[in-house]
Nanobody, 114 residues
């Protein structure tokens, strides 16, 4: 299983980016998926998750700014990020939760200039 994340880049404060993470293979429609991020010098933190039924969770710092969604037909999870702040700068990682192990994407860098 491989996860390919994309969509990161450089954006100004207040701007938007949309991250995508496509999972190879099939059968992920029953798996929960999510996004983590790791800022320089900090621990990796959970950003958002979405269950197989579409229930979402967001860390407080991104509520009302970020939206997680998924397309099961494409085995893809998205993270729409609006009103970006300098403190959102980080490497963003997608994750697919599975029973035996979790699968991680390679990370995509988001840089928000102040």
């Amino acid at each position: 299983v491989q996860l390919q994340a994309s969509g990161g880049g450089l954006v100004q404060t207040g701007g938007s980016l949309r991250l995508s993470c496509a999972a190879s293979g099939s059968g992920f429609s029953s798996n929960d998926m999510g996004w983590y991020r790791q800022a320089p010098g900090k621990l990796r933190e959970l950003v958002a998750t979405i269950t197989s039924r579409g229930r979402t969770y967001y860390v407080d710092s991104v509520k009302n700014r970020f939206t997680i969604s998924r397309d099961n037909a494409k085995n893809t999870v998205y993270l729409q990020m609006n009103s970006l702040k300098f403190e959102d700068t980080a490497v963003y990682y997608c994750i697919v939760y599975a029973t035996a192990t979790n699968y991680w994407g390679q990370g995509t860098l988001v840089t928000v200039s102040s």
